[in-house]
């Protein structure tokens, strides 16, 4: 058992390490910000790898070979928000079994290999610079159990005859790699479809019943009834699955920055006015918006005046309802704490600015309702 939690371990350690380093070489992705809690229903194609069958006192040597099944995923996860997410995942396969490889002889077989446990998974989620796409990669770790229904194997000439049965468990991991395709029309709601490798460790081991003879079967016993175990070595399968992800509080995926057509426009006579704009649903500098601040304090340092008025917009989308006009309202004083803060950087005493956030009124730029306008998105930086 604790060789068995050291393998387990350094598998864990290892997938972790693959998932850090994929990560820092793709830095030049941004991870889209899946946030808040989710769940994914998926289903689809079970694929068996052979598995190999241990000679014993009353079991002959061989190799089970599995037809395609079915496999289906639930889970329920948490995003980070920085592309990173967390989930705890319930799974099952089911498998029939077409035959045993005996060497020269087979044994033909009904009933099946039905897999099912639970996972706990790390995933990172991608932005390749499309909004309706997003590749993810993870690992997970769990235990599973394999349960044999049903299962009766026979040689054609009736030499050889296994009735299998029992469940039996062990410790588990997997590796995930996948697609999503955000939805245009429900926001929150994507498809994805997967690539799965989920193993159980070895030894697997059922409950056998088996009448037989010896000839040419690679078997320890007579003609005579034997009942034991049957062990077979580390279960290997891969999983083809199509499903949907529902995340509850979705952020959207990141635009292209906006650049600042007019980052000095004059407010009135005794004030002047400076113009920053930000991605939807985002309060991030990036530092074009940094520049502006940096020359917005240097305008106020270099001349007397009395004060800096800070004031943070939105744009309409999301407005249709007081949830979500509260939600644009938070988001524009967001912003301008953002920039109150980037100030208080450049040397601006705190006591200095007064910030307001005012959600979606008085944009810049009339829209219809419900409308992404990167022009409204922005916040000005009024000095007096």
Do not use: C
Not at 24 to 44: C, D, F, I, K, N
Request: charge should be positive; aromatic fraction near 12%; avoid cysteine.
């Amino acid at each position: 058992m604790k060789l068995r939690l050291r393998l387990i371990a350094s598998s864990v350690f290892s997938l972790s390490a693959s998932l850090y380093s994929a990560l820092v070489v793709s830095s030049s992705a941004q991870a889209q910000p899946v946030r808040g809690l989710y769940v994914t229903g998926s289903g689809g194609a079970s694929f068996n790898q052979d598995q190999v069958v241990r000679l014993n006192s009353i079991m002959p040597a061989g190799r089970d070979v599995y037809r395609i099944g079915e496999t289906g995923i639930g889970s329920i996860g948490y995003g980070l928000g920085n592309g990173f997410r967390v989930e705890i995942e319930g799974n099952y396969r089911n498998n029939s079994l077409k035959y045993q490889n005996l060497g020269t002889y087979k044994a033909y077989g009904h009933g099946s290999q039905q897999t099912y446990g639970f996972m706990a998974n790390a995933l990172f989620d991608m932005d390749i610079g499309n909004h309706y796409i997003f590749p993810y990669f993870g690992a997970g770790i769990g235990y599973g159990w394999s349960t044999m229904n049903g299962v009766n194997l026979y040689t054609n000439d009736n030499r050889l005859t296994e009735k299998l049965g029992g469940t039996f468990g062990n410790f588990s991991y997997q590796a995930i790699g996948g697609l999503s395709f955000p939805t245009p029309w429900i926001v929150g709601l994507s498809f994805v479809t997967e690539y799965r490798f989920w193993t159980m460790l070895a030894p697997q081991s059922h409950t056998a019943d088996v009448w037989g003879t010896q000839g040419g079967y690679n078997s320890t016993h007579e003609d005579r009834y034997g009942r034991g175990n049957r062990d077979t070595t580390t279960y290997f399968n891969h999983s083809l699955l199509l499903g949907l992800r529902y995340e509850f509080n979705p952020a959207p995926p990141p635009e292209t920055p906006v650049s600042n057509p007019t980052p000095e426009v004059p407010h009135s006579r005794n004030s002047q006015t400076y113009l920053i704009f930000f991605n939807w649903n985002s309060a991030d500098l990036d530092d074009r918006a940094r520049a502006i601040v940096r020359e917005a304090a240097l305008g106020y340092s270099s001349v007397q005046h009395t004060r800096i008025e800070v004031n943070g917009y939105t744009d309409n989308s999301g407005s249709q309802n007081e949830k979500g006009k509260r939600y644009n309202i938070e988001l524009s004083l967001k912003r301008a704490k953002a920039i109150r803060a980037e100030l208080i950087k450049n040397g601006i005493a705190a006591s200095e600015v007064d910030i307001h956030g005012f959600g979606s009124e008085n944009p810049l730029k009339k829209t219809s309702e419900n409308t992404r306008e990167a022009q409204n998105r922005r916040v000005e930086i009024i000095i007096h």
